[in-house]
């Protein structure tokens, strides 16, 4: 059964302003609109636009992928400052289809810049004109398919026609459910906090839920607020917390071609003049963000294919970041490991395996690990009030935290992954069919 | 359902002067005892005794793993030249057990060792005592759990008293199931070759079937010649042919802490005196040695964990060995691969996924992909002749060969796998129960 996830993070947010995505609203500067292009056989949501009528300063951080799709090189080629729209397909990753993929996207920036032209136009006091080079794509599903440039071309004037210049909860529910492919849960989050004296929101929305491992951005991500921010800060501020959030979840260690997370500040909220990344008025919203960051990236793991148990690896006391990092993953990755845990089976012995294999250099009888608050290894012994019994009725909960200890360092890392159960093989063994 | 390995394998020998284990008999100097410890709920042997009584050449690879097993500290820690016995258990792998664990094997090969000289005694002409420190061991099952010494000292002597100085294939058969877990099939494979004029045998046997990804070496295999080779050419020889063979194969990415491959050398067959591992009298000898470590190392993916489908991923035209073998590795290591290979679907998106997350510098346009015969890409676009229906038809196949071809260079890697099944969760999310 799937995760209900709510349940298991209605804490997560409990030190920030704001906590369940019930309570999302507007975020003025931005619209959105949401469409079906019938780019599935079954009738769902395949098309969701973000429409920025003032234009919005932006940042986005991509695959480290050596083969990345068409409309990642698209993204990475616009070099306005301000960007007017985000258009994100599913069901078509438009990945491995050549100058083809790329005509595509430039024929339907060049309908959609023409369309919000003339929307500009019935609308706006002062109209501006939308070029082509100030709209992004994003895309996710299958790669390698001839990318369905008509089809979406034909629902532009449907997808303006939509365009919602406010928002409430039940929008951002459908906008984050128009962009899912295998995901069975919208995956939303927010916070509020200051900027200076003024109040800003910080709103985000990603899907999962395959082919989910971390290499700088994972899957797609769409962080919106009202501040005002140049573009360089919100750059070195989805850089510093990338880290620790979209880049400590694996699904099943596989890297898309279409990883994306973007952060969009509409500026409508005038908040006071910052420097730098530095600046010590944006340490609450540096919180915020990461939060933010965080709660989805959570979602994505929790939600990932075929899970019945979201679990967290944190792994402490390390000589360096990356030591931690690399025992993290190596347990988050092993099949061995998530097969255990699906099967609620507390088999530490492939928690051991996974350490070893992870090429970092250890000290066996320093080694302690707990599941829960059950200690299991101390000192690199089976500690003497294990029971396995106790151990195996934890098992059973359907958020489990995984610890191990170095005793070696100070730095630590926690990555977020699922269960692999027999629902991942049987998503991923007919995906297309 | 299971793979039929046989149909599969029969042709690999082609080349080489035997083909099928059918053929497997005797190799002088060589003994073999197989019994019940009672080491599983269910009646199995579980202990295996190889004896040479006249002392062997020897030498071994073993894991890389971080956190290496009790009998594996025990094996690096053997000086002597020749060895008299190794012993294989099967169920516990004596691995994180600690100080216990190490000290229940110097129990057992003080008692080997006592009964090993007993047995001289009353069988040779010119007995000669056996050492503690002349005995190997192999151990292979869950890791820590308390190492079952009594268990297994009890059994020592039924073992001694089931020694048998011939061979004929069904004891190989009976040995090479012996020292199975998860395995459906037993994995045998042999050669016969010349040293000058002289004709050897190589026989090997091998264990699959969980936590196998290549790391040195891989599982359990266990080569046994009658030829005279020291030591130290012994080693030479295995380094060299590990990499392609023991060293090429994943089933799930895993990598074990009890993973070792040795050989043995009886030399009841006075060949010729060898200089060096470049020797030119050890050419035919290092091929058929090649070759039954290969045909070891494949029986091994194709029994993999709830294989149904033999995967080979050829990659070749690459600039360095290193990339050939991180892009095979990264498609053989797949679960999206795996799974699609699993459902017989030609979801050629996932190769070029796990291509460019490999993290090998390409270029995209000199890319071509070949499923069996069927070209799928050519120079970086799908090729006009594809035809999905027919490469489906081709993943019906039980035997499925991949080739990706850079086109950047000149060196290849092979890697051996298999598909991803629900089989695979069945197995391992209740492996202990």
Chains 1, 2 share one sequence.
Not at 64 to 88: C, P
Not at 239 to 247: A, C, D, G, L, S
Not at 314 to 327: L, P, S
Request: net charge positive; aromatic share 8%; hydrophobic share 35%.
């Amino acid at each position: 059964m799937p995760i209900n996830i709510n349940n298991l993070f209605n804490s997560i947010n409990k030190n920030s302003k704001m906590g369940d995505f019930q309570d999302l609203d507007h975020i003025d500067g931005l619209s959105i609109s949401v469409t079906s292009a019938n780019l599935y056989s079954k009738q769902r949501d395949d098309l969701v636009l973000f429409y920025f009528r003032n234009g919005v300063n932006h940042a986005s951080v991509y695959t480290q992928s050596k083969l990345i799709s068409e409309n990642i090189k698209w993204n990475l080629k616009i070099n306005k400052k301000k960007i007017k729209a985000l258009l994100i397909n599913t069901r078509n990753a438009n990945a491995f289809t050549g100058k083809e993929g790329f005509k595509g996207l430039k024929i339907l920036a060049d309908s959609l810049s023409q369309e919000l032209t003339q929307k500009q136009k019935s609308d706006e006091e002062k109209p501006i004109k939308v070029e082509s080079d100030e709209i992004l794509f994003g895309c996710t599903g299958t790669i390698g398919e001839i990318f369905p440039t008509e089809k979406i071309k034909k629902s532009i004037p449907d997808l303006i026609k939509k365009i919602k210049y406010t928002q409430n909860k039940y929008l951002w529910i459908k906008a984050s459910m128009g962009i899912l492919t295998t995901d069975l849960k919208p995956k939303l989050a927010m916070e509020e906090c200051y900027i200076g004296n003024k109040l800003v929101k910080i709103y985000g929305i990603a899907k999962g839920s395959g082919m989910i491992y971390p290499n700088m951005a994972t899957t797609l991500g769409y962080i919106f607020t009202d501040a005002t921010i140049s573009s360089s800060i919100l750059k070195q501020l989805l850089k510093q917390n990338i880290h620790k959030t979209f880049n400590a979840i694996s699904c099943d260690g596989d890297t898309s071609t279409n990883d994306m997370v973007s952060i969009f500040a509409t500026g409508e909220v005038e908040n006071s003049n910052l420097k730098s990344v530095k600046d010590k008025k944006l340490t609450e919203f540096n919180l915020s963000l990461h939060n933010v960051l965080l709660n989805l990236a959570k979602r994505i793991a929790a939600d990932g294919e075929g899970a019945s148990k979201f679990i967290s690896i944190k792994v402490k006391n390390c000589r360096t970041d990356e030591d931690a990092r690399k025992i993290s993953f190596s347990i988050a990755n092993s099949p061995l490991v998530k097969t255990a845990i699906a099967g609620e089976d507390p088999n530490w012995g492939r928690i051991i395996m996974a350490i070893g294999k992870a090429n970092v250099n250890i000290i066996p009888n320093k080694i302690s690990i707990k599941f829960g608050n059950i200690t299991v290894i101390e000192n690199g012994k089976l500690s003497n009030s294990y029971n396995e019994s106790e151990a195996a009725n934890y098992m059973k909960e359907e958020k489990i935290e995984l610890l191990v200890n170095l005793n070696l360092g100070k730095k630590e890392f926690t990555s977020y992954t699922m269960d692999l159960t027999k629902k991942y093989i049987e998503i991923n063994s007919d995906y297309r069919t």
